[in-house]
């Protein structure tokens, strides 16, 4: 099962995913996660622990059920300008990102973490 697999649960998620083409959520999740200039897989879950959200991250790692995190929290890790620039970057709506985001993130963090630990940092 895919990241996007889930979105068709969502239509919210799937009318945003259709303004945004198939190509452009990998590049936003690639940038937060790991390829952009946000430090990494590795950095953005130190960031998301230090912020209290160590449960929520523990969950997304383990093989258990991924705990929620709400898109006003990510938000507030990422920081309010870091998501308005993937937004304007990308052309959506902020709150569609954040939204996007707090859906696909822990999916993301499960995925690249199929046997329970991280990927060690380059």
């Known amino acids: 099962m895919g990241i996007l697999d889930s979105l068709e649960n969502s239509p919210a998620l ?9 190509a452009v959520l990998p590049a936003v999740l690639g940038e937060v996660m790991g390829t952009g200039s946000h ?16 449960d929520q991250v523990k969950s997304w790692i383990g093989t258990g059920q991924n705990l929620p995190i709400s898109a ?19 052309n959506i709506p902020v709150d569609q990102l954040s939204e996007i985001l707090a859906q696909q993130l822990p ?16």
């Open 14 to 22: 799937r009318n945003a995913l259709s303004q945004l083409g198939a």
């Open 107 to 122: 999916k993301a963090v499960d995925h690249a973490s199929p046997d329970g630990k991280l990927p060690h940092s380059a």
């Open 72 to 90: 006003d929290q990510l938000r507030q890790v990422l920081g309010s300008d870091v998501v308005r620039q993937l937004a304007a970057r990308y």
């Open 39 to 54: 430090g990494g897989l590795n950095a953005i879950v130190a960031k998301l622990e230090q912020a209290g959200f160590g």
